[in-house]
């Protein structure tokens, strides 16, 4: 390998390619165009197409792509090549700045939720200069946002960059109440922890439940899971090492940060954790980390698995989103440990942002919410459902004190008082941290842990960006007209921390006593997406997206729409999958045993031996019994998708098949996976869990 200084995001046309390869009006006039937020007039547009075409050539590309993130959740592209033909049978390779700027995909038959009627099919994409050009497979992705031709959005990255602007622009207006005139900027900043399963493809192949939905819709339980916890940082086999290694370097390449590898809970599951950066490049990043990674354990024989749960009884894969603030000074709004000036600042930071999720917690939860991530959460493993904020011992007590009006030096024997601003330092402890809490301070950020790990962490963070702008413009309107300064803003954390300090919880979160103190509380446990979903179209949500210029009204309905819909049909596709197997195979394997214990008996019969009490005739009435059951429920199971046929309306379908679908289809996985532990794995037609889990070596 060379250098890691020399391969770092050489596949990217990033500040230093543009300084060197651009002319210097225009990198200065881009710089400009970008720092302002302003649309790329056409004649620069023309002379940075140039420069990037010449570049990607050079590397090799021969198509450039705009890339971009539509609501299913993965990144979409549609490649053209830089030729034209010209006079003599010959070809030129071209790329204007007009092919740079936008790009109008056939965009029919992306989810829009009914934002985008057929007959104006097309949508556009638009360069979001905020994140670099890089190159793919030999070809020049652009990162675009994809609207409709009336300007809605139609994808996770144009609402990301609308709600990164609100929290600006009220984070701004706040740090001016403190004085902080030279702050242009505040961004937010992401690194998201990704979890995932590698196994051996030949595994994967044999199973179509993981072929078609990404998780085993049946398997027993392996008599050896991650009870041991021998699993967790362990020693990394060579074969996942191998893998490990050549994704850091294709993700340097692309200028993604990969900075931890390890192995995680579950026999078969790893985690990469990125340098955190700025929230749109984060998730572009993400992305091309999720896509890489698929990519490169294809070229090791094995399959890497994104979804949230895919194996029952085995950890699953979430993502945690480290999440904090910074300005353009470079500092972090959320430090506790800065200059004691700058404490009252980070407490009205910290109020804003507990406020802001316990006010909004449904919103959190919703923009968790899948058909995957209902495995998890809840469950005994990822963070309840219940949304609930750790701050760990020393804030919790600063919290306290200011709610009582004591003292903190009566708690730690140190001196605490809002108007002196005196803070002690909060000391960044790891040892101690609260990993059953949804929405942990982690020392200078917050860690939101309810993500799966196959979806875009868009969603999660264009509805924090935006709840945490509502309660800091709230907090600017009551300090903005404030006599006294200092008694105002005293007066403001005391009255908000004491609303809504029912959302802190340093507890077990695992715990059910949790879930009776948390409804005494009055917190809400959405336990499944169809309960989550209906929150997000409610006025307050409708009205604190649309003051913010996040969604208009219509963007939320819609996508409220496709997320229902994303969640019916992937169930649907789920109980399809079941169906067909259990039909092809698994009732075949049902019955070859039976046929081969009958046969067994027939031939020990013809002899004359007594095979009243035999073991095959208790085996063969087991197996016999298992498989009349799992034919009933197979049958509830069709009667019911057929059922389903009959709704029309996506609130219900969801429903149904949450209530009615799902239910059957764990019934019928509860008498397939006993089956299986009776069956004789080599007439079971599919590899069990401890083949798959264990079969890379
Ligand atoms: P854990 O103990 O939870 O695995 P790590 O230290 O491995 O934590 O990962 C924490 C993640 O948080 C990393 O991706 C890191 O870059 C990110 N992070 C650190 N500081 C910030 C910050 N100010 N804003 C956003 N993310 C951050
Ligand atoms: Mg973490």
Request: avoid cysteine; charge should be negative; hydrophobic fraction near 30%.
């Given at each position: 390998m060379s250098k890691v200084t020399e391969i770092f995001g050489s596949k990217v046309f990033n500040d230093e390619t543009m300084k060197e390869r651009l002319p210097k009006d225009a990198y200065k006039a881009l710089k400009k165009t970008v720092e302002e937020g302003r649309p790329l007039d056409r004649d620069l547009a023309n002379v940075i197409a140039h420069a990037m075409k010449e570049w990607a050539i050079e590397l090799g590309a021969t198509h450039f792509t705009h890339w971009f993130q539509p609501m299913t959740g993965v990144t979409a592209e549609k490649h053209d090549s830089f030729i034209q033909p010209e006079d003599g049978g010959r070809i030129i390779m071209t790329f204007s700045g007009k092919e740079l700027i936008k790009g109008e995909p056939d965009a029919s038959s992306f989810p829009s939720g009914g934002l985008r009627a057929t007959f104006e099919a097309r949508g556009y994409t638009a360069w979001d200069p905020t994140s670099y050009v890089f190159i793919k497979d030999d070809t020049l992705c652009i990162p675009t946002a994809f609207c409709s031709y009336s300007g809605e959005a139609l994808d996770k990255k144009t609402p990301l960059l609308r709600s990164m602007e609100a929290l600006d622009k009220s984070a701004v207006r706040v740090l001016k109440l403190f004085g902080?005139?030279?702050?242009k900027r505040v961004i937010t900043t992401v690194g998201p922890e990704q979890e995932y399963f590698l196994i051996d493809s030949e595994m994967f192949n044999k199973r179509p439940d993981l072929i078609y939905t990404g998780r085993t819709l049946f398997g027993a339980k392996p008599p050896k899971g991650q009870e041991l916890d021998d699993h967790y940082f362990g020693t990394i086999k060579p074969r996942v090492s191998a893998f490990m290694k050549e994704l850091d370097e294709e993700l340097w390449k692309l200028g993604v940060l990969a900075k931890t590898k390890h192995n995680e809970v579950a026999p078969a599951q790893h985690e990469l954790a990125p340098v955190f950066s700025t929230t749109n490049i984060a998730t572009d990043h993400n992305q091309l980390t999720m896509e890489m990674m698929k990519v490169v354990a294809g070229r090791h024989g094995m399959t890497c698995l994104l979804h949230e749960k895919p194996f029952a009884g085995v950890n699953g894969s979430g993502k945690h989103n480290n999440w904090s603030i910074s300005t353009d000074t470079g500092v972090n709004l959320l430090e506790p440990g800065a200059t004691p000036s700058q404490n009252p600042q980070f407490l009205l930071f910290l109020t804003a942002v507990i406020k802001a999720v316990d006010e909004y917690q449904e919103l959190l939860r919703v923009s968790v919410a899948s058909a995957g991530n209902d495995h998890r959460l809840?469950?005994?493993?990822?963070?309840?459902?219940i949304i609930s904020m750790f701050l760990g011992d020393e804030l919790e007590a600063i919290v306290e004190s200011i709610i009582d009006g004591t003292d903190y030096e009566d708690i730690k024997k140190k001196k605490m008082s809002i108007g002196a601003a005196?803070?002690?330092?909060?000391?960044?402890?790891?040892?101690?941290?609260?990993?059953?809490?949804?929405?942990?301070?982690t020392g200078n950020k917050f860690e939101?842990?309810?993500?799966?790990?196959?979806?875009?962490?868009?969603g999660p963070n264009v509805i924090l960006n935006t709840i945490v702008a509502e309660e800091l413009d709230q907090f600017s309107e009551e300090l903005e007209g404030a006599a006294d300064f200092d008694a105002a803003l005293a007066e403001l954390l005391k009255r908000e921390l004491t609303a809504h300090k029912r959302i802190i919880f340093n507890g077990n979160g695992y715990a059910p006593e949790w879930v009776a103190e948390a409804e005494k509380r009055g917190l809400k446990n959405l336990k499944s997406t169809v309960d989550a979903l209906p929150a997000f179209i409610e006025q307050k949500s409708i009205d604190v997206f649309t003051k913010h210029n996040v969604f208009t009204e219509q963007e939320i309905l819609s996508r409220y729409d496709i997320q229902l819909e994303n969640y019916y049909k992937v169930i649907d596709i789920e109980a399809l999958t079941m169906d067909a197997m259990v039909k092809k195979n698994i009732m075949a394997a049902a019955n070859d045993y039976q046929y081969s214990l009958a046969e067994t008996l027939n031939a020990k019969a013809a002899t004359?031996?007594?095979?009243?009490?035999?073991v095959e005739k208790k085996r063969l009435q087991q197996a016999s019994d298992l498989t009349v059951k799992m034919d009933a429920r197979l049958e509830r199971l069709e009667a019911d998708i057929e059922k389903a046929k009959e709704l029309s309306d996506t609130y219900d379908l969801a429903k149904f098949h949450h209530d009615v679908i799902f239910a059957d289809m764990n019934d019928l996985r509860e008498v397939v996976d006993e089956l299986e532990t009776v069956v004789p794995s080599d007439i079971w037609p599919y590899p069990n869990y401890a083949e798959i889990l264990y079969s890379v070596k």
């Open positions: 902080h005139d030279d702050v809840g469950a005994n493993e990822a963070p309840p459902a005196v803070i002690p330092s909060i000391s960044q402890d790891t040892t101690d941290r609260n990993r059953t809490s949804p929405f942990a301070f939101f842990r309810s993500l799966g790990s196959s979806a875009s962490i868009s004359g031996i007594s095979v009243d009490s035999s």
